[in-house]
């Protein structure tokens, strides 16, 4: 125990960690390594989209591979490019309106950002001198490929700015472009001037569908004039002259993309072009990509929309992180282990400090983790609740763990609220109305407080009118009742199992299914016929004081 005397008793502020793995003092002695862990850091494992809802680990494990390779990984965070200017650029918007598809600019924007990044890692570009050497080495190299050569103008045609800032490059190529959609605009296409002037109002609708028409095809064509040649030139060169050997292997990881750092839309556009981008990277050898997003944004990328044929390649490369109870308790007790010894507390695991396994109240374990949804962030934040309320004592009992449940799942609920808010505003209207219920319910029952949920848009006050109408639509456009019942509450239905508030059994003598146990099990409307009894998941009832008829099978 490093010295220290081992005690018995709980220290006042005795903890597991922090929740969030940005302020986790125990990541670095403690992280668990886990299957999916090994995944991403595998050199050979092309899986690159680390999926998974907030609190699943996708943080903490970017941050252990920054932690382990340090001289082998660049991060981006989006923050840091400037990606609010590019779609609250008035150009971009306008374009936008007139239906004018800017993928090839986007992808054109990732790939520029990441191409510096690897070169100014890979050679320490730090200055206009090393800039210079830099280019001038590789034109040697190149003295036999004009296509390379040529390439590398590219680069040097942005000055000094090449090794400045990420977000510096960034506003510098989409300023080239908005002065060259200016001066299309100058042409007999007459339109306002864009990127400084505001386009609105009476301006957008002066111009018949004909005359739009006519410059989005003209805007179109300056868009699919990119530099993507000169670009995937300089991609080649990057995997045959530069990270050329095994030794220079470089990951990129690029974090919190799940942030409200722009316009919805157009974030989705974004991601989209850079999971393309991250496609075409695939061909440099020595080079890893990672992209975090959470399992919502997943959804509303709408890959087939735009992407045709490459959505089933996206999603071969997805890793879905994924939690059970094993490795959650392996997690758990390595933490223990650190967070002990720090403390001269002399456990080992965490079924040292909970009440002894018995048959009325059964595995503490097995209880605590029932009121999770299978995610660390859940495991810790409960543990730390009943670490907080028995403080002086050698273990937890009971009475400390229902008391910390308390904390503990108006917590969850809370987050749960901000999980999805921006998404689905006034969410947490729908979950106070499963307020003092009794589960299990029957159908009958969860179907009245659908019903509830359904009359939500009637409230003046109530926000989240498009979205809850859009999952009542079949039920509000019924007529004459032909519809059975999994047809017309199946969205909403779907929507609160997805998002883990609710879980379906068959029976009485059968488990709840949760959305960790089969993401798509209530969207198979197979399955919800044979459903009869529905829930509250554990982890919100006490914050909703939810009431338990009776013990369900494990």
Not at 193 to 220: D, I, M, P, W, Y
Not at 481 to 495: A, K, N, R
Request: charged share 30%.
């Amino acid at each position: 125990m490093g010295g220290k005397r081992a005690t018995s008793r709980i220290k006042n502020g005795f903890n597991l960690g922090g929740e969030q793995a940005e302020a986790d003092p125990l990541l670095q002695d403690a992280f668990y390594e886990s299957g999916d862990y090994a995944t991403i850091v595998s050199r050979s494992d092309p899986k690159c989209f680390l999926v998974a809802r907030t609190g699943g680990g996708k943080s903490a494990a970017l941050q252990r591979l920054e932690e382990r390779h340090p001289d082998h990984v660049i991060r981006i965070n989006p923050e840091d490019l400037s990606l609010p200017y590019i779609t609250e650029l008035n150009v971009i918007r306008y374009l936008d309106s007139l239906d004018v598809n800017l993928d090839l600019l986007f992808i054109a924007l990732w790939k520029h950002v990441l191409l510096v990044e690897l070169i100014r890692h890979r050679y320490k570009v730090d200055s206009p001198a090393a800039k210079q050497n830099f280019l001038r080495n590789l034109r040697d190299v190149f003295v036999r490929d004009p296509a390379k050569r040529a390439a590398l103008d590219y680069l040097d045609e942005f000055g000094e700015k090449f090794w400045c800032e990420a977000h510096e490059r960034v506003r510098e190529i989409t300023q080239k472009f908005a002065e060259k959609i200016n001066s299309e605009a100058k042409g007999s296409v007459s339109v306002p001037k864009l990127g400084q002037a505001t386009v609105g109002g009476a301006t957008e609708t002066t111009f018949s569908n004909e005359t739009k028409a006519e410059q989005a095809e003209r805007f179109q064509r300056i868009v699919n004039e990119t530099q993507l040649a000169r670009l995937n030139t300089m991609l080649k060169a990057l995997d045959e002259d530069m990270l050329d050997r095994p030794q220079h292997f470089t990951y990129v990881v690029i974090d919190d993309l799940d942030r409200d750092w722009v316009d919805n839309r157009l974030t989705n556009d974004l991601i989209r072009c850079l999971f393309r981008t991250v496609l075409d990277l695939k061909r440099v050898k020595n080079l890893k990509v990672l992209v975090a997003l959470r399992t919502n944004i997943m959804e509303q990328l709408n890959f087939g929309e735009r992407s045709g044929s490459q959505e089933e390649k996206f999603r071969s490369l997805v890793l879905q992180m994924k939690w059970n109870r094993s490795s959650l308790t392996d997690m758990l007790d390595e933490r223990l282990r650190v967070a002990a010894e720090r403390s001269a507390l002399g456990v080992e695991s965490v079924s040292e400090l909970l009440p002894t396994k018995n048959k009325t109240r059964g595995d503490a374990v097995d209880y605590i983790l029932d009121r999770t949804l299978m995610r660390p962030r859940d495991a810790i934040a409960f543990l730390n609740e009943g670490l907080s309320v028995a403080y002086g004592k050698p273990k937890l009992s009971w009475e400390d763990i229902h008391t910390a449940e308390r904390a503990y799942s108006e917590k969850r609920l809370l987050a749960l609220r901000d999980e999805w808010k921006l998404n689905y505003p006034d969410i947490q209207r729908v979950f106070d109305l499963f307020r003092r219920i009794e589960v299990p319910m029957d159908r009958e029952k969860l179907l009245r407080r659908l019903d509830d949920v359904m009359l939500l848009p009637a409230d003046r006050t109530f926000r989240g009118v498009r979205w809850v109408t859009e999952l009542s639509a079949t039920m509000m456009s019924s007529g004459t009742g032909t519809h059975d019942w999994v047809e017309l509450y199946q969205p909403l239905i779907s929507f609160l199992f997805r998002i883990g508030f609710l879980g379906c059994a068959r029976s009485e003598h059968t488990a709840f299914v949760y959305f960790y146990d089969d993401p798509g099990y209530a969207d198979r409307a197979s399955n919800l016929e044979a459903v009869t009894l529905f829930q509250v998941h554990p982890t919100f009832q006490a914050a909703l004081d939810v009431t338990v008829r009776f013990n369900r099978p494990a």
